[in-house]
């Protein structure tokens, strides 16, 4: 390879790195955002805002230059995707490959949802995640098979979830970080948010995929619940909010893992 060829190639690793250590930070706005929204609904302090992408998302315009922190987490939400690409295009395993392929549309269709949002359409994110995820639900069950499709959506949710618990509880995560790069306390504070706030995280996409599932076999796409439904829907639990608040500041504390998977994670 030619010395033009060579640094064109440490360029766009370059560009690569500081777009997904954008993106962790992007992330780990949202998720500590929902998890204060959460919190707030486990206190009785809700104020009618809802615990979700839409949510978080109207909680940063109100602030002084929220239309510009708006663009700055869209633009980052799109530097996770770009990561995500590269590594689905340049993995060494085909697994990783698939995953990250998966991870890519996910994170392009967050961070588009996110600029649209920033541009000044409401409509996106205006009618929540609850009533966006049982549009999509019903228009999937009139489908042929659709209940299938809907059920088998619900189970890979809820897998993804059990798979994130128990992966956070592993601490697989560690293998990713430049752990010589941290003090042991450092390194306490990361495994702390990163086993809580990954639980946490698994478990409300366990929940989630739990009513997707029973959506469709009561055949009630009523039943589907979004991101703030299904936080809700732990207050309705024997112990009451106490396993919200858990929840709540779990998914906060998998924000704060975010931000230090964007400074200590090999990207």
Do not use: C, N
Not at 117 to 146: K, N, V, Y
């Amino acid at each position: 390879m030619s010395v033009r060829g060579k640094a064109r190639g440490r360029s766009g690793r370059a560009t690569v790195e500081v777009a997904g250590r954008w993106g962790f930070a992007a992330r780990g706005v949202i998720y500590l955002l929902v998890g204060v929204l959460a919190l707030r609904i486990a206190l009785g302090e809700g104020g009618g805002r809802q615990a979700d992408r839409g949510g978080a998302l109207a909680e940063v315009a109100e602030q002084p230059l929220g239309s510009a922190l708006l663009w700055a987490l869209g633009i980052g939400l799109a530097g996770m995707a770009l990561w995500q690409l590269s590594e689905a295009l340049w993995g060494t395993k085909p697994g990783k490959r698939l995953l990250s392929a998966g991870r890519t549309v996910f994170y392009a269709f967050v961070a588009y949802s996110v600029l649209v949002f920033a541009a000044g359409d409401r409509s996106e994110s205006g009618g929540g995640s609850d009533r966006q995820s049982q549009d999509i639900t019903a228009r999937a069950m009139e489908l042929p098979a659709g209940r299938w499709l809907v059920a088998a959506a619900g189970v890979a949710i809820a897998v993804t979830g059990v798979v994130s618990a128990v992966r956070a509880g592993m601490r697989t995560y560690r293998k990713h970080l430049k752990l010589g790069e941290m003090s042991r306390r450092v390194r306490q504070a990361v495994d702390v948010t990163g086993v809580a706030g990954g639980i946490a995280r698994g478990l409300v996409f366990l929940a989630a995929g739990g009513f997707a599932v029973r959506a469709a076999v009561v055949y009630r796409p009523s039943e589907v619940k979004g991101v703030d439904d299904t936080l809700r829907s732990f207050a309705d639990t024997p112990v009451g909010p106490w396993l919200l608040a858990v929840v709540a500041i779990g998914l906060a504390l998998y924000g704060a893992h975010s931000f230090a998977m964007a400074r200590w994670r090999r990207v």
